[in-house]
T-cell receptor, first 116, second 115 residues
Framework: AQKITQTQPGMFVQEKEAVTLDCTYD???????LFWYKQPSSGEMIFLIY??????QNATEGRYSLNFQKARKSANLVISASQLGDSAMYFC?????????????FGTGTSLTVIP | DAGITQSPRHKVTETGTPVTLRCHQT?????MYWYRQDPGHGLRLIHY???????DKGEVSDGYSVSRSKTEDFLLTLESATSSQTSVYFC??????????????FGEGSWLTVV
């Protein structure tokens, strides 16, 4: 089974509107971390936001927020007030702790295009 | 920015030749990873290291080997490159601390083309 599932290969959003990128995960580990990364066309992977499995509140970082629904095993990224510079690939990731340490799993990504 | 340097950044090589990609970190992080990125597959783990000389396989390890003789360096070797190994390779590091300290940080990527 896929550890991380991103079901939206591509998304479009109007500039200044909000957009939600979906992510579901699969784990039986009670302690895990969830991450979102942005990959612009230049190729670098940029860390956006982190949510711990025991965190009671949804994580926020500026215009980014993570809608964490533990029972549904979903960790959707919400970008408010979209900007042209938000056009990029977005990857959801999960960290689990194995017997050799941290394991990170990534989804297949969602390509976001912001329309002027 | 995390101090991660990958070399070479771009390489074209012929089928059957050996190739080594180098990852160097200045953060003294315990964990180091090699991923490959291909369209439609996202990032897939090739190998990772949880300490000097301690390595383990990821989900796509066939055809690859790694070595870590120092904390700061993690080498990925394609023993005999094939066209299916044409990809973008990312090195990543993780401190192994709790909470947000467990974030994984990436190098800038190495574009490898096997012809």
């Amino acid at each position: 089974a896929q550890k991380i599932t991103q079901t939206q290969p591509g998304m479009f959003v109007q500039e200044k509107e909000a957009v939600t990128l979906d992510c579901t995960y699969d784990t039986s580990d009670p302690s895990y971390g969830l991450f979102w990364y942005k990959q612009p066309s230049s190729g670098e992977m940029i860390f956006l936001i982190y949510q711990g499995s025991y965190d009671q509140q949804n994580a926020t970082e500026g215009r980014y927020s993570l809608n964490f629904q533990k029972a549904r095993k979903s960790a959707n990224l919400v970008i408010s007030a979209s900007q042209l510079g938000d056009s990029a690939m977005y990857f959801c990731a999960m960290r689990e702790l194995s017997n050799t340490g941290n394991q990170f799993y990534f989804g297949t990504g969602t390509s976001l295009t912001v329309i002027p | 920015d995390a101090g991660i340097t990958q070399s070479p950044r771009h390489k074209v090589t012929e089928t059957g030749t050996p190739v080594t990609l180098r990852c160097h970190q200045t953060e003294n992080h315990r964990y180091m990873y090699w991923y490959r990125q291909d369209p439609g597959h996202g990032l897939r783990l090739i190998h990772y290291s949880y300490g000097v000389k301690d390595t383990d396989k990821g989900e796509v390890s066939d055809g690859y080997s790694v070595s870590r003789s120092k904390t700061e360096d993690f080498l990925l070797t394609l023993e005999s490159a094939t066209s299916s190994q044409t990809s973008v390779y990312f090195c990543a590091i993780s401190e192994g601390a709790s909470g947000v300290g467990n974030t994984i940080y990436f190098g800038e990527g190495s574009w490898l083309t096997v012809v």
